[in-house]
């Protein structure tokens, strides 16, 4: 198991450094940082002095291992546009976006796993057609506009939650369905999926035999293998509800990653853009690797081969 994860661990590193020369490369070599900084309309002799000012006349090899290095200490640098570092800026809005992803992974757990359960122990039945149905109109409905339209229905018409806003638990109510219910698709077919599968093997008919039915015979016998490939997804999606929620954050005014990512690219910011891309993927390889572990810890044929 320790070699497994020792691998496993060795490859996400990889992926994370890979990712960061990715970022560090199209931020500085898609476009000029200096001219983004000064402005269109800014002249030549303006977009020289903030070259000098922040460095970026330096060689683009000096200039990421530089990022690296700093990276590596715990200095992300500062912020071009708020004139403070980038480390505070981070950490000043984690808090927010991290319940706003947990809430919205609940709400994603809450739905699609018993909806995927209800329709393997009723193929073909009408619950079945009615959970697909909601799988299918899940996925066909934007995040913006189903926002929109929670705000209007439950914040406007009918006044439960707040508009906007992130103080209490209440303002995370109606953009914690919203950022989850993109994710209940995926989670519900796989769910769906995997145990009517399960449902055929040789030990659900030995369990059917000694009496087991319904829910007592899907918990206890069908979940547990069905749900492999449901955790490996669940982890893909909490890191995905990272950096998915630039426009739930937008559109009901939380100050989170997400929000703090869109400033920074109207402000070009490329200090703090840059920071926040790292910690995305960061987020979202981290998350990978846990659900290889869960899984090898649930099953282990998987550390084995």
């Not at 290095?69 to 984690?94: C, I, M, T």
């Given at each position: ?13 990889l ?18 940082p ?23 006349d ?18 992300f ?10 480390a ?17 992974l ?17 193929p ?78 040789d ?22 293998n ?12 909490l ?6 929620s ?6 009901f ?12 690219i ?8 840059q ?16 659900a ?14």
């Amino acid at each position: 198991m320790l070699r497994y994860i020792f691998l496993r661990g060795c490859l996400a590193i990889l992926v994370a450094f890979t990712v960061s020369l990715a970022a560090f490369l199209l931020l500085n070599v898609a476009s000029d940082p200096a001219q983004a900084i000064a402005g269109e309309d800014a002249t030549a002799d303006v977009v020289e002095t903030i070259r000098a000012r922040y460095g970026l006349d330096r060689p683009l090899t000096v200039r990421y291992f530089d990022w690296l290095g700093g990276v590596l200490q715990g200095d992300f640098g500062e912020s071009y546009y708020w004139h403070k570092p980038v480390a505070a800026l981070v950490a000043d809005r984690l808090d927010e976006t991290l319940t706003l992803a947990l809430s919205a992974l609940a709400v994603t757990i809450v739905i699609a796993i018993p909806l995927g359960a209800l329709a393997a122990l009723n193929p073909n039945s009408w619950i079945d057609r009615f959970a697909l149905g909601v799988a299918v109109s899940a996925q066909a409905v934007p995040n913006f506009w189903l926002g929109l339209i929670m705000i209007i229905v439950f914040a406007v018409m009918i006044p439960i939650f707040p508009v906007s806003g992130d103080s209490t638990w209440r303002h995370f109510v109606l953009p914690a369905f919203v950022l989850g219910s993109s994710s209940v698709p995926a989670v519900m077919r796989l769910t769906r999926t995997g145990l009517i599968e399960v449902m055929g093997a040789d030990y659900i008919r030995t369990a059917r035999s000694k009496g087991f039915r319904g829910w007592q015979l899907l918990r206890r016998h069908a979940l547990r293998n069905a749900i492999l490939p449901v955790i490996s997804v669940l982890a893909v999606q909490l890191g995905q509800k990272f950096g998915g929620s630039v426009i739930t954050e937008s559109i009901f005014a939380i100050n989170g990653l997400g929000r703090l990512a869109l400033e920074s690219i109207l402000g070009a910011d490329i200090p703090t853009v840059q920071m926040l891309i790292f910690v995305f993927a960061i987020v979202f390889v981290a998350m990978n690797l846990l659900a290889d572990i869960l899984n090898a810890a649930i099953d282990p044929r998987i550390r084995i081969g």
